[in-house]
């Protein structure tokens, strides 16, 4: 069948989803996840979970213990995947948001810095998103070095990111909502790496009793703060859609 080409020309949308709602999905999937392999893992496969090298009184498990465990990890892994996708589309979404603000700065130095830590924001981000799927994909209990070793690069990707982007807010929208909150979540995980990694030591060199529970806390808290920075994405585009659609030619994309 032929389409005249007056049919062609005018403007089709095939699909509209509100972001908010698209990004408040995106948080939710692991963070349910999350509390279900919690719930059931401690309920049902303590002897499990609460196993470490050195053996000692421990009550807290880790993220890695609850979703390291069978049938736990496979709906884990599910979750992260469909939580992957929606998290590259909102990278590049704020990676033009401010990019299209950036341009109209007419103070050049400032609008060079702004360029260099959007850059630097966004491939930390991608990088995070990376280190997700490495920390989910390989578990400490079938390659405990390789996980270990992508749970630092998390670590060190999600908090400079945190920062670059705090940064990259104060320049370019100092007065948004939501910087306050990325500025008290990136405190909240900072403090929290911090004694993450002294009850790391503990645990790992002295083997001292409930310090891995200690570790597993912090490492709780990290995650909640690292699931509510993103979510401020929510507060950044609180009425965007994401349109799929042809002949759209009301917005012009640099």
Known sequence: MEVKNDERSKSSIYLMVPFRKLCMVTVSIPLATLLFCFVTAYIYQQDDIHETH???????????????????RYLWRVS???????????ASVYYSFYHKILKSFEDVPKRLQGFRLLNLSYWLNIAEVGALCGVTYISNKENYAVHEKTF??????????????VRLGRLVTPNAQSLQYKQALFTTSMISTVGLIIFFLKHRLLCHDLAFSWFSLCEYVIASANMAFHATVMLDFPVDQLVVGNGLHLLKVD
């Open 152 to 165: 630092i690069v998390f670590m060190i990707s999600s908090l400079t990111h945190m920062l670059v982007a």
């Open 80 to 90: 992260i995947a469909l939580h992957i996708g929606p998290r590259l589309l909102i």
């Open 54 to 72: 050195c053996r000692v009184y421990n009550v807290l498990p880790s993220i890695s213990a609850i979703t390291g465990v069978s049938p736990q």
